[in-house]
Nanobody
Framework: VQLVESGGGLVQPGGSLRLSCVAS????????MTWVRQAPGKGREWVSS????????YYLDSVKGRFTISRDNAKNTLYLQMNSLKTEDTAVYYC????????????????WGQGTQVTVSS
């Protein structure tokens, strides 16, 4: 299993970013996927999860209405569209999944990418 995130960067408050995660080494379309973040000096925080074909999408309360999780199973790619970014969204963002791909909207994941840094600052 390999997960490679991209799309992070420095953005001003109120700005937008789209994170991508390219998956390989497993049948992506049969795995639920999750985004988790870790802010400086803090533990990992679950952000959002999506089921195999996108029918179920769960979000952390603080990102509801601002972030959108999606996936393209033909491209083996997971996305996180982040709008109206706030300074408190600053973190390393990881895509992750569980062994076997079961539904797990929390930080209890088995496979992790290397992360992509998102910094929201003026």
């Amino acid at each position: 299993v390999q997960l490679v995130e991209s799309g992070g960067g420095l953005v001003q408050p109120g700005g937008s970013l789209r994170l991508s995660c390219v998956a390989s080494g497993f049948t992506f379309s049969t795995y639920s996927m999750t985004w988790v973040r870790q802010a400086p000096g803090k533990g990992r925080e679950w952000v959002s999860s999506i089921s195999t074909h996108g029918a179920s999408r769960y979000y952390l309360d603080s990102v509801k209405g601002r972030f959108t999780i999606s996936r393209d199973n033909a491209k083996n790619t997971l996305y996180l569209q982040m709008n109206s970014l706030k300074t408190e969204d600053t973190a390393v963002y990881y895509c992750a999944t569980r062994s076997g791909g079961g539904w797990s909207p929390n930080i209890d994941q088995n496979y992790w990418g290397q992360g992509t840094q998102v910094t929201v600052s003026s």
